[in-house]
Each structure stands twice: as C-alpha cells, then as structure tokens.
C-alpha cells in the first residue's frame, strides 16, 4: 500500500543500547522527517532531509544519527539510548514537486528506554 | 525562534455544538500553517493547509482562517459529533528557507454525545 510506514511501532531498549528507528514511504517524496513527541514539549524536529544524502539538524539532534542513501527510507539512530529519550518518534515526508504541499506523518514508534 | 500557541489546552462540549480553536504564532514570516488531528495512540491526519497568501481553507465541516499579519489561525468545526473528539495540532511552516514545522501544544477537544 502507498504511503509511509515506521517500524517497529513499539520498542523498549536498555541505556546505553543503540537502536534504529525505520522510516520508509512509497510516494517518492523528496523530504523526510523525523520528531519527537512529549508531554509538555509537544512535537519537535529532530532531523530531516531535503534528498537522498542531504540531512540536517533540527531542534533537538543530540544523541541521534540518520542516514539516508534511498529516497524512500530515512532511518534514525540511536546511538546510546538514554531515558530522557523515551518518547513517540514519528516520521513525516513532504513533496518537492508541488509547492505548499502537505506533510504526511507516519503511525509513530513508541520507544521505551529502561 | 518560532512559538505556536494554542487555546484551550482542553475544552469539552455538548454534541452539535459549534466551536473555534485558536493558534497563535510569534514570527509572521511563514510558508504555510497546517492543522492536524490526532487520535490517542495514533499518527497525525493533516485536516487543512493554508498557504501565507490564503486567508482561509474549507473541508466539510471545517474552515480554517489565517491572519499572518497578527500572527494567528482559527480552526471552526461546524456541528461537532463525538466523532471529533481528538487532540488538534496546528504547526507552521517556516517562510526563511529553515524547512521541518513547529507545533503547537494542541487541544484536546471531547464531544459529549
């Protein structure tokens, strides 16, 4: 089916364990994002990229790494999850082509770090 | 830096009720504001975009209005059905080249049957 899809949809992970956050849409948009939700800080940036090997920081980048070689796939990496990294991650992409174009956001990874 | 704010944080209304949630934002130089719904444990579903030239989008029961100027955006929900319950989010999209939006709070809207 078209669209975007994250996976997994749910993760818990202990400190210090690095672990990776899929991303992958079938709409050939040329930008992804990833945010964080939290209670009281809402949704923020923290990564996104403009196409394939072009990414840059959002608001809150630390502790995070992504990669993106294949249009269609944005993966965010945790290198040394912490618990102040619990959160819902989610994933949006956004077409190049069509000016003031919507964002589409994925169903969210709910990561718990213990 | 961009600030979204939006009120209520809550609000809870009888069913057929019509109703204005507001979104006010710091900096004026936007591309476009878009609002979103989300149910509880679930994604986001944009609901409408207005570009920075638009003053306001209709779909179905919804009509949103911007006001770039004064740095603010009404959601109007016509007739509202528990069906609408749902938190609303309202994000604007930055007008300087900075790409990725920022979000409100939202508001956590209950429709009593």
């Known amino acids: 089916d078209a669209g975007i899809t994250q996976s997994p949809r749910y993760k818990i992970t202990e400190t210090g364990r690095q672990v990776t956050l899929m991303c992958h849409q079938t709409w050939s948009h040329s930008y992804m994002f990833w945010y964080r939700q939290d209670l009281g800080h809402g949704l923020r940036l923290i990564y996104y990229?403009?196409?394939?090997?072009?990414?840059d920081k959002g608001e809150v980048p630390d502790g995070y790494v992504v990669s993106r070689s294949k249009t269609e796939n944005f993966p965010l990496t945790l290198e040394s999850a912490t618990r102040s990294q619990t959160s819902v991650y989610f994933c949006?992409?956004?077409?190049?082509?069509?000016?003031?174009?919507?964002?589409?956001f994925g169903q969210g990874t709910r990561l718990t770090v213990v | 830096k961009q600030e979204v704010t939006q009120i209520p944080a809550a609000l809870s209304v009888p069913e057929g009720e019509n109703l204005v949630l507001n979104c006010s934002f710091t900096?004026?130089?936007?591309?476009?504001l878009q609002w979103f719904r989300q149910d509880p444990g679930k994604g986001l579903t944009s609901l409408l975009l207005?570009?920075?030239?638009?003053r306001e989008q209709t779909s179905g029961r919804l009509n949103a209005s911007l006001d770039k100027s004064s740095g603010r955006s009404t959601l109007y929900i016509a007739a509202s059905q528990p069906g609408d319950s749902a938190t609303y989010l309202c994000a604007v999209r930055p007008g300087g080249g900075a790409d990725g939006l920022t979000f409100g709070k939202g508001t956590h809207l209950i429709i009593q049957p």
């Open positions: 949006a992409s956004r077409s190049q082509r069509v000016r003031n174009t919507e964002a589409f």
């Open positions: 990229s403009a196409a394939a090997d072009i990414t």
């Open positions: 207005i570009q920075s030239s638009q």
């Open positions: 900096d004026s130089a936007i591309y476009n």
